[in-house]
């Protein structure tokens, strides 16, 4: 069984900051794969559309993967709600990243609701996940602030 967690992060405002992700799977205690990309920036950026794309980068990777049970946890009870079919998709940034995931899931709907489930949890236990979407945008704020101390010299 595949253990995943993922986090969604958006700085330094929410929205309309920068959005990344951080995903981190396991398999019987053992670190499989680790992926953190920044999404992009501005006023279409949200954390919502960091976790969502923090599931499609999983949905993507797992594609490619031997068939087996995934439990995906986030700290996110809007993805998990919504992906457990409790709450409704009403409005917001990260539509599109959940119809993405959703063709990605219907694709395979029974890998999807035989293999496949989500469980909320807290921010602390999630901090792996939490630690990699927000390192992300960390090293791209001192990159940035880098490259702009070399063009004054």
Not at 8 to 26: D, R
Not at 71 to 76: E, H, K, N, P, V
Not at 80 to 86: C, D, H, L, T, Y
Request: glycine share 8%; proline share 3%; hydrophobic share 40%.
């Amino acid at each position: 069984m595949l253990e995943v967690y993922i986090d969604g992060n958006c700085a330094p405002k929410n929205p309309g900051g920068a959005a990344s992700y951080g995903v981190v799977v396991y398999r019987n205690g053992t670190q499989l794969w680790t992926k953190a990309d920044i999404v992009g920036s501005g006023d279409k950026m949200s954390n919502n559309v960091g976790e969502y794309s923090g599931l499609l980068a999983f949905l993507e990777w797992f594609d490619k993967q031997p068939i087996e049970e995934v439990i995906i946890y986030s700290d996110s009870q809007l993805l998990v709600n919504q992906m457990n079919g409790e709450w409704k998709v009403k409005k917001g940034l990260y539509i599109p990243y959940y119809q993405r995931a959703m063709i990605l899931l219907l694709h395979n709907a029974r890998i999807w609701r035989d293999m496949i489930s989500f469980k909320w949890i807290s921010r602390e236990e999630n901090w792996e996940a939490d630690k990699l979407s927000k390192g992300i945008l960390e090293r791209r704020r001192r990159d940035e602030m880098l490259s702009y101390a070399d063009r004054q010299d």
